[in-house]
């Protein structure tokens, strides 16, 4: 009965796997050599993919620099009303990307009191990547704080306590006890991250339709010559987005096992 038990549940795991894949099977099944290499070596076809790379990079410093202490404050419940701070971060994360974008726009667009006030900074919150880069964040940024509070979570505070009574200062503390611990759950937070801040769309359609990255090029490219075309910048996506999340996922587990 076990072993039945043991077949059945493969197989559903193997079906719903094979099916979670099917789209990145259907892409690799409609992609052609040719039409690839073809497609990526047009003039200014790449130009893209830097605009992503440099963008997402950038989201994901403001994410860590500017979300990490909020959700270690969650984490060790140093805020008043924290239930009212999580409710907020969901109300974020349950917003479509697309009314970001048109919000955005009435916080942050050029008839706004914060728009106004950008160009004495040489900043411009619309079709520049500066825009792009606040487009990702908004969308990113739910994410990465959810996932690092988790990851602080996972953290003993009587581990904490006990080096603050050896005599750490809490700076110390936080480099020598809380980042080590947490790290393997915070890289899977940086990792969700990047994919959501690199593959934004919705936001980005509304406040930065220029310059373009690559989710924006997948859409115009399918928009104007159609799908077949856009294929190959699909797969370019997914090669970018993909390495960092898959890394961190590897190296979570790891450390799971040997903890």
Known sequence: MRRVSAVAS??????????LLGPVIALGAHLSYGATRSSLAA????TPLVVSLESAAISL?????GCSPLAYLLAHDRLP????WE?????????PPLVIGLLLVFMVGPLTPIGRGLPDLHLDAT????????????????????????????VDPRLEQQAGMLGDPPRRVLRRVTLPVAAPG???????????????FGAVLIVAYHPQGLPLQIWTTLEERGLA??????????LVALPLPLAAYAWSARARVRR
């Open 87 to 95: 409710a907020g971060l969901l109300v974020a994360l349950m917003m």
């Open 229 to 238: 075309a856009a294929l190959p910048f699909a797969l370019l996506l997914l």
């Open 81 to 84: 009303f924290a239930r009212l």
């Open 186 to 200: 915070l890289a899977m937070a940086l990792a969700v991250g990047w994919a959501r801040a690199i593959g934004a």
């Open 10 to 19: 493969l197989s559903v795991g193997v079906v719903v796997w094979v099916a």
């Open 127 to 154: 079709n520049t990547l500066f825009a792009l880069v606040i487009a990702q964040v908004y969308e990113a940024a739910p994410y990465y704080v959810l996932g690092a509070q988790s990851a602080f979570s996972t």
């Open 43 to 46: 003039p200014g076809a790449l």
């Open 61 to 65: 410093a403001v994410l860590v620099i």
